[in-house]
């Protein structure tokens, strides 16, 4: 599926924040692109500058906030940086669609789910004023929602959280999208809603085609969609590659406690395994790696010098226990931001 | 022996005009907490955990029933034994600004407690805070801060150290760990262990990660709208699960696995949680069941033992139903004689 040109190309974006105590960097140069097809999920915990990173570039942060995005986010050969808002408006809610996070939130409360939808079809779209009619119905049964001529009619207070996450959904998908862009779909729903939601993206990705971001910090969810996995912290991707790599065999200190941190079902022992520490807000952030305050194989370097995102030294697999890098089996396309994986130490 | 706490056959049924016939949103529930124990309650949003637990401190007001603490009915406590009662017995919420006020400082809200049950000295009531910062791991300094300088995480540690101030025996906890982070929320998770060991208290922990409730949890409540579906140790329950929406819950459990988790994500639980306005006739699980028969449509299943101490609330597991023994099979695999 990469063998695509990606659709979204995103080189070096930065978001900062002007402040009376000097700028924040919230989003601190993160590049990725995004191909037809594939799910790429951005994880991290709150205040890492995943959604951040996602709003800035459609221009949908809060009304009234002032930020600077720098770099360059290249959409189907146009440049979103800096666009106007002409060029957005046509982009925006169109060819990129936005799931939200907050499902009761992103629907107008007191007009018909349907009408809202048939709208984006319209407008998005270009369907026609009767054919939107048809196309939002058959859309909230595309997202498995039960009689939906009837729910055409609901108004969103009447939807159960499940459900309305599903009307949601096709509200983006209404417009027919290339990029779908998923903010924390999941969260706020019960485990069992949660499955179906994830379930549900799976098979609509496979069935339309479109690229799908999901914005999310739950691994475990992350898992059961994601092609490919970026770790955000403190503004940076600290770790990228394919679901496998990233969850199955993590290369970061921060991945790797991030997973440790999770309780499976059947695992013994009760305490569990934390990462000490919080994450640092953006101006609290230290010279070197923003992580290594909270590291427990942190080396003089870390303290002073930022590791580069790069794709780790020939030979250096998986993180080990001991905080070196297991043997590599085979080459993969994973990269990790991590002085344990330095290529100038290898070479002395 | 006594349970700390004994919740028998407890009913909260909410009736207003938009409830048309009422909900029912706790029906005929009991369980107990031994003291020094920890009793896992986990179920939907919805399914009546919260209301069950703010009916045990007064909160919601029981339709039917009893709650008894330390073997007395907490409907019929004299003053001084109420009053006991309310600080033998502390609540956590979910949002941990629930419980604290933003013009108070960190100190001030753990004094509080103290100055209301008129507890010590001026003195050894600042010791008291002190020592209280000091249980849920945080530094003296935070006494003087204002509860928005500080993160959800140090706020909920807050919140746990208020509920401690009068030295309850048993500490409920509403979700204290939804809110947080995940790596917040493996520390918060750790601090209730560390607790509950160091000193002896039980808890009636709510939560919605089985994984968490797992690992915390001497024994576990499921809960499915209003009813108390599957009770047993937490190793049972959650390892082995006897009920088939129990079973469901522990396979939607996310795990970051992306082989496996792709493969349960294929298999979820169709169809949405029935309205508790308006129930479905018989088990109430019925509609969203894999295994469901005629039976379980007409008759509300009553408890079996799958084991000692391990009961369930399904037709599957009635000695005298012949379908049980090969559907069984499908919740809970492996050779087993029935009680």
Redesign the interface.
């Known amino acids: 599926m990469t063998a695509d040109a990606p659709v979204l190309t995103v080189r070096g974006l930065g978001v900062s924040f002007p402040g009376a105590d000097g700028t924040v960097r919230a989003v601190d140069g993160i590049d990725f692109e995004v191909h037809p097809g594939e799910v790429l999920a951005i994880v991290g915990e709150s205040g890492s500058g995943k959604t951040v990173s996602m709003m800035s570039l459609l221009q949908l942060l809060p009304p009234g906030v002032r930020y600077d995005t720098t770099g360059s986010a290249v959409f189907d050969g146009v440049e979103l940086v800096g666009a106007d808002r002409m060029t957005l408006r046509e982009i925006r809610g169109r060819r990129i669609s936005v799931v939200f996070q907050g499902a009761l939130g992103a629907f107008n409360p007191v007009r018909k789910i349907g009408p809202q939808i048939a709208e984006m079809a319209r407008f998005g779209a270009g369907y026609g004023k009767q054919e939107s009619v048809r196309r939002a119905i058959e859309l909230l049964g595309l997202v498995g929602l039960s009689d939906p001529d009837r729910r055409y009619r609901q108004y969103p207070h009447e939807l159960s959280g499940g459900m309305r996450q599903r009307a949601l959904i096709a509200v983006a998908l209404a417009a027919e999208p290339d990029v779908l862009i998923a903010d924390e779909p999941t969260t706020a729903l019960d485990v069992t809603v949660q499955a179906q939601i994830v379930e549900l993206l799976a098979s609509l990705v496979a069935r339309l085609g479109m690229a799908t971001i999901i914005i999310s910090h739950d691994l475990g969810v992350v898992a059961g969609i994601a092609d490919r996995v970026a770790v955000m912290y403190a503004g940076k991707i600290v770790e990228f590659g394919t679901a496998e790599e990233v969850l199955l065999s993590p290369r970061h200190p921060y991945t790797r406690g991030l997973l440790d941190a999770i309780a499976g079902i059947d695992d013994d022992g009760r305490a569990f395994r934390a990462l000490p520490g919080s994450m640092p807000a953006p101006g609290e952030r230290g010279a070197g790696c923003s992580f290594a305050p909270r590291c427990s194989f942190v080396r003089d370097k870390c303290l002073v010098e930022v590791p580069p995102l790069q794709a780790p030294p020939i030979g250096f697999g998986p993180l080990g226990a001991s905080g070196t890098a297991s043997a590599a089996s085979a080459p993969g396309s994973a990269e990790v931001a991590c002085w344990i994986y330095d290529r100038n130490e290898v070479r002395s | 022996m006594t349970a700390l706490l004994d919740v028998d056959d407890l009913v909260v049924r909410f009736t207003g005009r938009q409830l048309g016939n009422g909900l029912t949103a706790v029906d005929h529930a009991s369980l107990t907490v031994q003291s020094g124990e920890v009793l896992g309650l986990v179920g939907?949003?919805g399914c009546g955990k919260s209301t069950l637990a703010r009916a045990v401190v007064g909160l919601e007001k029981p339709t039917s029933g009893t709650i008894r603490y330390d073997g007395r009915d907490v409907s019929r406590l004299s003053g001084r034994e109420s009053r006991e009662f309310r600080a033998s017995v502390s609540f956590v919420f979910q949002d941990p600004l629930a419980s604290l006020s933003p013009r108070q400082t960190v100190g001030q809200a753990l004094e509080e407690p103290l100055i209301v049950h008129g507890r010590g000295t001026h003195s050894s009531r600042h010791a008291r805070v002190l020592e209280l910062l000091e249980l849920v791991g945080a530094p003296a300094s935070w006494g003087e801060r204002q509860p928005s300088s500080l993160?959800g995480?140090q706020r909920q540690r807050v919140a746990i150290a208020r509920a401690l101030a009068l030295e309850p025996q048993l500490l409920i906890c509403d979700e204290p760990l939804t809110a947080l982070?995940?790596?917040?929320?493996?520390?918060i998770?750790?601090v209730f262990?560390?607790l509950q060991e160091r000193l002896s208290l039980a808890y009636l922990f709510i939560g919605?990660?089985?994984?968490?409730v797992?690992?915390?949890a001497d024994r576990v409540a499921v809960m499915h709208l209003g009813e108390i579906v599957e009770t047993g140790t937490s190793t049972e329950v959650?390892?082995s699960p006897a009920h088939p929406y129990t079973r469901?819950?522990?396979d939607?459990?996310?795990?970051?696995?992306?082989?496996?988790?792709?493969e349960?994500?294929?298999n979820?639980?169709?169809g949405?949680?029935p309205s508790p306005l308006n129930p479905p006739s018989g088990c109430r699980f019925r509609t969203r069941c894999p295994l469901a028969f005629e039976r379980c449509e007409q008759e509300h299943p009553a408890t079996f033992m799958v084991d000692p101490g391990h009961g369930v609330a399904c037709h599957l597991w009635d000695p005298d139903e012949s379908r049980g023994a090969v559907l069984r099979d499908a919740v809970r695999p492996g050779p087993r004689t029935l009680l």
Do not use: C
Not at chain 2, 181 to 187: E, G, I, L, R, Y
Not at chain 2, 252 to 262: T, V
């Open positions: 939907e949003s993160s995480g982070d995940v790596s917040t929320q493996a520390q998770a750790n262990i560390e919605h990660d089985l994984g968490v797992r690992r915390l959650l390892s469901a819950l522990v939607s459990i996310p795990i970051p696995d992306p082989a496996i988790q792709r349960r994500v294929r979820v639980l169709r949405e949680v």
